[in-house]
């Protein structure tokens, strides 16, 4: 028990501390957390990279074990935080990391500061035991994964690859196998602008968006994940019109699209331009695609999935089975890109995080803590 205890005042003064440098994204300022990481890293023992780009971003890596060694797994989670927003509704200063009733209070407590500090929690105590490992364990905190992934792109684009990796979100600790695909998609209407005192010598760019838009409440979709339900697709901006006078020529509609692991992008953009073209002509709007992240899936048989499952189980004694993960995250990066068989799972709930008052329990934490670890020596015995 005393060696719990130790664990517990390790995590919650490292998310505490954690908190209280300010990474928020936008602007993006990760350096100074990457820093305080390599020092972590550094003294349990683990080679220590910190990766600088554009000024202030960054990467951290630390790496226990030697290059070609296997089997091999990574920890990754990320360094920045969304804005807190307005500080006067917070009850306690959002970069305070306050301890108060077993809850870690600030931003980035749940998503992702606390797992990070579960993360080094589970590290520190392989390092104390004098890692009683094989293989290799890579711990990377990356950048920006809240805006673009430009940290785990970068990651990826090095020659750094494992054989398994954890995604650490808040999954209430779930083990997550899967998420959608997100695709911003924007539709430009083209119409004639005409003086609105005589609406018929033009055509109007917003009445062509509107009846796209009321198409898109219905529109159905046939495909189904077993984890992950039906894809969906949502109107989330509208800009249209110039001035209150003229008949507008231009209005841009763009789509939050959702699409399962099983899907084709240009396939639903097909569909989309279907719907499209039941009202208006082809040369009267333009498609594209603003941002696109992939869909991504771990099979249920992979190794570290069935140790996930078992160690999580044993851990908390509720049986659990997977689960798909509702947002999309840099588990995309790794498993497209990189080709590592990966996993989310975290503590924390995925409600708690991008609110003000974030918080998390602080034996959730340490719970998490001894999972990575069960994990890790499963994986690396
Ligand atoms: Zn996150």
Redesign the pocket.
């Known amino acids: 028990m005393a060696n719990g205890m130790v664990r517990q005042e390790y995590i919650v003064e490292l998310a505490s501390r954690l908190i209280r440098i300010n990474s928020e994204n936008p602007p993006g300022r990760e350096f100074d957390a990457a820093s305080f990481v390599a020092d972590e890293l550094a003294k349990i023992g683990m080679k220590t990279v910190i990766d600088r780009f554009e000024d202030s971003r960054a990467n951290v890596v630390g790496v226990y074990g030697e290059e070609n060694q296997h089997p091999s797994i990574m920890l990754n ?2 360094l920045d ?1 969304v804005p807190a927003g307005d500080r006067e509704k917070w009850s306690f200063p959002p970069f305070s990391g306050e301890v108060r009733e077993s809850r870690i209070y600030g931003r980035g407590a749940v ?2 500061k606390g ?1 990070l500090a579960s993360f080094l929690g589970a590290l520190k105590e392989l390092a104390d035991k004098g890692w009683p490992i094989k293989g290799r364990v890579v711990l990377a905190a990356v950048a920006d ?2 805006v673009e992934g430009k940290g785990t792109k970068k990651l990826v684009s090095s020659s750094l690859r494992t054989d398994y990796a954890i995604v ?3 999954t209430s600790l779930n083990v997550c196998i899967a998420h959608k695909g997100r695709a911003v998609i924007q539709v430009d209407f083209h119409g004639r602008p005409a003086h609105a005192s005589t609406p018929s010598r033009g055509r109007n760019a917003i009445y062509y968006a509107s009846k796209f838009i009321e198409k898109i409440q219905k529109i159905k979709f046939t495909e189904k994940h077993n984890l992950l339900g039906h894809p969906t697709c949502t109107v989330t901006l509208i800009r249209g019109g110039v001035k209150d006078n003229i008949i507008p020529d231009i209005c841009a509609v763009t789509l939050d699209l959702r699409i399962l692991p099983s899907m084709k992008l240009n396939q639903t953009l097909k569909k989309l331009k279907n719907l499209i073209e039941k009202n208006t002509s082809k040369k009267d709007y333009h498609i594209r695609i603003v941002n696109y992240i992939p869909p991504a899936e771990t099979s249920r048989s992979n190794a570290l999935v069935r140790a996930a499952l078992n160690t999580v189980t044993k851990v908390t004694g509720k049986k659990t089975e997977v689960r798909g993960f509702t947002a999309t ?1 840099d588990m995309s990066f790794l498993v497209n890109q990189a080709r590592i068989p990966t996993i989310i799972l975290g503590p924390g709930r995925i409600e708690d ?1 991008h609110v003000v008052d974030e918080s998390i329990s602080v034996s959730e934490l340490v719970k998490a803590s001894q999972i990575y670890l069960k994990i890790l020596e499963k994986i690396l015995s």
């Open positions: 989670t990320h935080t998503d992702a797992i994964e809240e650490g979100e808040p995250c995080s």
